[in-house]
């Protein structure tokens, strides 16, 4: 039997697969519960075509875990074609309608043509585990930013000077101040000193300051704003969901720490100065510790200049547009750290801001450099040591 390919355009309830020949011709169009059941069935079918398929999906999580484990466990060849590269390719079909049928087969027909496509493997349980905990985290974050700016609205409606007393409204001094006085009247009724001894029962950080602060905001406003008894109470309210959050990003901080550790990489990853168990958890969490997915450094995270010529016009770098997001925040983040820890990091990003390259870029081509050492390390399996002075001088 010849060669196949299968395209699975991935659904949360239901998939739709499409097997080709390799004259592009349809051999089989179904669609398929996201079940067990139906999805054996489907590999048994499409199996019965042809003695080897190679197949393609659209999607590398969630939906499509399930198909992905069974292809997996059946030893079958999977190829990764990115919904981005999928969109931009149908367009060079003919038909404006978009079906899943027809997404299907635009999957299929890729996998056929192109030998770019990365093969899928599914991480290890420390890998999934992490991008599951990472996920969540992110999650957490955004909410916690939502209600904090939730939290600076309301408290500006009726007291701008407190809201501009305190920079931060994630720390737990500030926000169990706000679960019981939110008023510029309550906070002149208390006064400094009671208000004082009210944060250190409830263990604030600094209790005096908080308090002085507070209160010296209140004598800056003696005019009660209407709506200013509800506008409070949603304060207080918002005020102890920041700290729910602050509490539970913890917990799932703690779990990241736990299983990043006992990956054989985290040691090699968190040697390299900027790098800390969550940036740490994001990079296993997005590569999977895979780096023979890359194919190479300049690959890796979107901070290598790609070429962008025409003509006569030679030389023209621009920035990437497929990368992986994740990736590059790792590294812009952990360079941007290792600036004020590392004094090889601060040299490299000295000369650059010599040679008239502004913040953001000096930083970006520092970043650059990480993605070399980090791969070597990951290669060598070797944790980073630091060049000796001279040698680094040199």
Known sequence: MAQMWAGVDIGKTDHHCVVINSDGKRLLSRRVA?????????????????ETVTWAIDLNDGGAALLIGLLVAADQPLLYLPGRTLNRAAGGYRGEGKTDARDAAIIADQARMRRDLHPLRPGDEITVELKLLTGRRADLVADRTRAVNRL????TGIFPALERAFDNLVLIGP???LTGYQTPAALRRIGTARLESWLRTRKVRNPGKIAAVAVEA???????????ELTALMVAGLAGEVMALNERIKEVDKLIEGRF???????????LPGIGTLLGAEFLAATGADMDFFGSPDRFAGLAPAPWDSGRIRGNLHRPKRYHRGLNRVFYISAMVSISCCPESRRFYDR???????HTQAVLALARRRVNVLWALIREKRPYEPLPPLAAAA
């Open 352 to 358: 650059k801001r010599a040679e008239g390259k502004k």
């Open 152 to 155: 600076r609205g309301l408290l």
């Open 34 to 50: 996201n079940d067990e059941t139906e999805l054996v069935k489907l590999l048994d079918d499409v199996g019965g075509l042809a």
């Open 175 to 177: 926000l169990t101040l």
């Open 218 to 228: 209140a004598h800056r406003q003696h005019t009660r704003l209407p709506g200013e």
């Open 261 to 271: 550790h006992r990956h054989e990489l985290a040691e090699v990853i968190v040697s």
